[in-house]
């Protein structure tokens, strides 16, 4: 609400009330920006991680792409602006969607909105906010468009931080930007990513100074549960064709490569390890 507030009352950007609703709340749209596309803001009660149905056939609303402006909480509570794709790896679907299933995202926007955070002005605030790109974890999995998780952390003193929002906000809108600019260059190698860790540092490295941008990240501890139907998903779910599965090679144990090796040799990509790059 602390982000959705800063869009509303933004002295930069216009947004109006349309005459049209979703789940019940207005809509409001983004004024003299855009000729060929639009931005809309919308709101829902349901908690976005458990949000099953967009019910775009009760709305106007019909998007080409959702970022779910969300906070974040994490158990050390760092302050911290955070991007993923969404998606459960292993049974545990207690955060939302369903076991084994991934919703559809774009690498590009994924990559677009980890580097328009980067490039917003920090306050002195918050100078202590890191900027990750995470792994893909919790829901939704089911909804029929590409989505990612936009979200500020970690606690309630963080979500309240007015500045915070505001550049979460800011970040938003340049997200689109910078989509629309990397869609039309098409100048990134498109990849899938394994192995690391929760903040996948390496793969952050690459979508942050290389023409790498990733949709799907399967951290190193949920590899041996992948299979070849999750890894098709994983290829299908991404709405630009893929190009390398990219492996943190450091990231993984023996064990861990011998299950995850033969799986990726059955798909005709090839494969590249992150250091290649």
Known sequence: MNIREKFLNSKVYNFEETDFSWHKHPVFKLKGIFKENEILIGLTKEPLIFLNDLKLDESELNPDLLIFASR??????????LVHTTGNWGEDADFGGNSQD???????LHKAGFVSLIEQEFSPQLAEFSI???????????????LIFMELGSSKEEWNINDAGKLLSNGIINTIFKYLDLAEKKSDNICLGFGGTHYAPNFNRLIKSKNVAISFICPKYYVQQLNKDLISKMINNTLEKVDYFLIDWKGLNSSQKLHLIPLLE?????????KEF
């Open 266 to 274: 059955e798909f005709e990509i090839p494969i590249k390890k992150t």
């Open 72 to 81: 974040h909480t994490s158990k050390t509570a760092r302050p911290a602006f």
């Open 102 to 108: 991934l919703s559809k995202t774009s690498a590009l």
């Open 132 to 146: 990750d790109v995470e792994v893909t974890h919790h829901g939704p999995t089911i909804l029929e468009k590409p």
